[in-house]
């Protein structure tokens, strides 16, 4: 068994890490199977956060608002990761939203991990839902909250522990770290080119954005730019 790695599990704006962002990272440093360091912190994603997504996390707009920027937030958990590998529910969701990020900083982050959900796959298979509050429930592992982040960490580290208990004769690849495969591809940030002329955009026709300019990708700009112009036109001189 895996006795030393970091327990993650990140809160999102959506599904999609090349559109989605970051809302709140919780990770927990497992050595020697004891909890030694928490990093936790809610990222402020620069954009309104959906109904959907508040009403499944509690993180509100004035919450998200105080948290990091995503370059502070990320580069932290960079360097609080180490050399370790990961280990969560579905751990390859977080790993792509770090990814993503990282390779837009420029940092690099090749990681091992380890998949709660995919040893649960294994050991029960006739399990109707091996969702990660199902399995909390069938081992009475009670987290404070469900969907924040570093309570979902923990209750994944505790899985992790329980069915390794449960089903010491399964073989021990299935508990161990395999590497983790996701292609990113670099988003650039915004150019001063498009923030102009996206302000001179919404300023011209009145429009408000429920995101921050500022924190815009270089293709989402474009995509925002033509959808105004095909709406609304462009701007007569």
């Known amino acids: 068994m895996t006795d030393t790695y970091i327990a993650l599990d990140l809160e999102t704006t959506g599904l999609n890490p090349s559109t989605d962002r970051i809302l ?8 020697c199977g004891k909890q030694a360091e928490t990093y936790e912190t809610l990222v402020n994603p620069g954009r309104k956060i959906e109904r959907r997504i508040e009403e499944l996390t509690g993180i509100t707009d004035e919450m998200a608002a105080g948290g990091m920027d995503t370059q502070t937030a990320v580069t932290g958990l960079v360097e609080f990761c180490e050399d370790l590998p990961l280990l969560g529910h579905n751990i390859i ?38 969702s990660l509050q199902a399995l909390c429930a069938y081992y009475e592992i009670r987290p404070k909250m469900a ?22 004769e399964s073989p021990e690849e299935l508990f161990a770290p395999r590497p983790l495969n996701y292609k990113a591809k670099k988003q650039g940030p915004i ?47």
């Open 24 to 31: 709140e990272i919780g990770a927990v440093k497992v050595i």
């Open 93 to 130: 969701f977080d790993y792509s939203f770090v990814k993503q990020n990282t390779v837009n900083l420029n940092l690099l982050f090749e990681k091992q991990g380890i998949d709660t959900l995919k040893i649960a796959r294994a050991l029960f298979p006739e399990m109707e839902s091996r």
């Open 147 to 168: 969907h924040r982040a570093v309570f979902d960490a923990l209750a994944s580290m505790e899985l992790y522990r329980r069915m390794r208990e449960q089903f010491p």
């Open 191 to 237: 150019t001063p080119a498009q923030k102009g002329y996206l302000n001179d955009l919404l300023k011209y026709h009145k429009i408000t954005l429920e995101l921050s300019v500022d924190s815009l990708t270089k293709n989402e700009a474009s995509r925002i730019i033509d959808g105004i112009i095909s709406e609304h036109g462009r701007i007569q001189r």
